[in-house]
């Protein structure tokens, strides 16, 4: 760790005082700028503008040729769309389901609805923050003596994973905090370098966002802490020091979880609601591990998805040891962290798809991270660890592909290595769950009302259910809906419709409230509420004059009986 001033050289009378001891007092660098690697804004605009268009134009293939999209992004498109253009339009759209965070950063795209129910929007809604991401990877290499050749080698073989390009293509809210995790372990490296105490300060705020737009990322923010205050202790930095920059570091993150949590009590009426609610949250997970299955899977995951990992752990582990490089040793527990945490969820209940390939991404970043610092480690070798490291990143392409078309617990994994190796359209394709992809019964129906209805909240729906149709029309507001007055007032317009809609849009959905309600005018076979337009997923019924939903029975004379 360097120092703002730098004693000059030795004289007779002038003692050799060891590093240790110059920093002893004196850990932080306040006030000016310490010795650091020069400032490259156009470098990094460079680096962003490639990666975005990059990842944006492999998204519109992916996405708007191919349509493999997850139906996740959808929903919290409309979600999206809803804060801006329901009626009415209110940020409760947002719901607690998500990280706020998730949705609300992703929300401006939405400002303009011509734009929002077209597919291209779904890939800018994670490209810009996997471009950010590689902005602070480049910024890393730099700090790490990489030269500029061997820097631009390893972003390009990075980006060229299949695992990353999916999810940085595709819209996946993954991408968002795990962007701002890089940021933090970013900031973090340049203050062990520099001694800057304000990289500590932007590593709290890049972990406070980090927190609101993925939950799991609080896991690697109290590792940082840790990592934080041993790094001082050990340089030695007295109690208080210590004291007050972990205070300051954790200080962004515990306001902003506490707030939330104060929001969910107040709206909920559960404090823990934003943890037992989370879409990614499960009381009861779908299949069962022994600790030999669990240990075998997280191993899969380690080597289909981040092999790299497999070197890198074992030399951060070793370099800490052994020759006292503390910044690699907690490095090392970091990325033992994200190998560990999907087992940890199973035991804990805490996911109900825990060993998903997607959990393998945090393992690819921070491996990567950890491999910049052993580069930087290793002073004149840094330019052959940097190179092992791109031919690391280049081997596991074709080896992580290849892997995704079997790999047994994933999401589009599979879809998205058929799209890339035959080069045709994955509508109608199935997951290896079994789920359909493809957004053709959306769009159809989208275009059908968007053609066709004009009056402002004349469909009840679920939007639960039929988030896809509501952003594909653009037009949240013709929708009656459960984010317009709360669930009570759905539920009376879902008992009595005819004084509220002129139209209901059921989905096959088995969670669908209106579906469940209505299983007969679902399926196109009620004769009192005619079908509009269907698809094989949709149902569009007009609602007639008078329409009772329960009829009662008819009054038989005295002397029948009822059948």
């Not at 500029?148 to 972003?155: D, E, G, H, I, K």
């Amino acid at each position: 760790m360097s120092l703002t001033v730098e004693p000059g050289p030795p004289t007779p009378s002038t003692p050799v005082v060891a590093h240790r001891d110059r920093l002893a007092g004196i850990v932080q660098s306040v006030g000016r700028r310490p010795v650091d690697v020069p400032r490259r804004p156009w470098e990094s605009l460079l680096v962003f503008a490639f990666f975005s268009l990059a990842y944006a134009w492999f998204g519109y293939w992916l996405v708007v040729q191919q349509h493999v999209v997850g139906f996740e992004s959808l929903d919290r498109l409309n979600r999206a769309l809803m804060i801006w253009h329901n009626d009415p339009a209110k940020l409760s759209a947002l719901g607690f389901d998500y990280p706020p965070l998730a949705t609300l950063l992703v929300s401006p795209l939405t400002l303009v609805p011509a734009l929002a129910r077209s597919l291209v929007i779904v890939p800018l809604t994670s490209a810009f923050f996997a471009a950010f991401t590689m902005v602070v990877l480049n910024t890393m290499l730099r700090r790490a003596t990489v030269a500029a050749p061997l820097r631009v080698a390893v972003l390009l073989a990075l980006g060229a994973n299949p695992l990353l390009a999916l999810y940085a293509a595709g819209g996946a809210r993954h991408i968002i905090w795990m962007c701002f995790v890089v940021a933090a372990l970013g900031a973090l490296f340049a203050w062990y370098v520099t001694a800057d105490i304000r990289f500590v300060m932007i590593a709290g705020l890049a972990y406070s966002v980090a927190a609101l737009a993925g939950y799991s990322s609080l896991l690697w923010f109290l590792v940082s802490a840790v990592l934080i205050g041993a790094v001082l202790a050990r340089m030695g930095a007295d109690g208080t020091e210590v004291e007050g920059t972990t205070i300051g570091f954790a200080a962004p993150t515990v306001y902003v979880i506490a707030l939330w949590t104060v929001f969910n009590l107040l709206l909920l009426g559960n404090p823990i609601a934003w943890i037992t609610s989370a879409s990614d949250a499960s009381t009861a997970l779908t299949e069962s591990f022994t600790f030999v299955e669990l240990a075998r899977h997280t191993g899969e995951l380690v080597l289909f998805g981040a092999p790299i990992a497999i070197v890198v752990l074992p030399a951060l582990v070793f370099a800490g040891l052994a020759r006292a490089n503390t910044f690699a040793l907690w490095l090392g527990v970091l990325l033992a962290v994200a190998v560990l945490s999907p087992g940890f969820a199973v035991v804990l209940g805490l996911s109900d798809s825990p060993m998903a390939m997607r959990n393998a991404l945090p393992i690819l970043l921070l491996a990567t991270v950890g491999a910049i610092w052993l580069a930087r480690s290793a002073g004149a070798g840094a330019t052959l660890v940097g190179a092992l490291l791109v031919v690391g990143l280049l081997l596991s392409v074709p080896w992580t592909l290849q892997a995704m078309k079997s790999y047994q617990h994933q999401n589009l994994e599979a879809v998205f290595a058929a799209a890339v190796s035959t080069g045709q359209s994955q509508e109608g394709a199935r997951t290896l769950d079994g789920q359909v992809v493809g957004v053709v019964d959306e769009q159809a129906m989208a275009a059908f009302i968007r053609d066709n209805v004009k009056r402002t909240g004349s469909i009840l729906t679920d939007n639960a259910q039929t988030y896809a149709v509501m952003l594909f029309t653009g037009r949240p507001d013709l929708f009656f809906d459960r984010v317009d007055a709360s669930d009570g007032p759905w539920q009376e317009a879902a008992a009595d419709p005819v004084a509220h809609v002129d139209y209901l849009l059921l989905s096959t959905s088995d969670a669908d409230l209106l579906t469940k309600r209505y299983p007969e005018a679902a399926r196109g076979d009620d004769p009192a509420l005619t079908s509009v337009y269907r698809t094989e997923r949709y149902t569009l019924v007009a609602v007639p004059p008078g329409f009772d939903p329960d009829p009662a029975p008819p009054v038989l004379p005295e002397d029948e009986e009822a059948p």
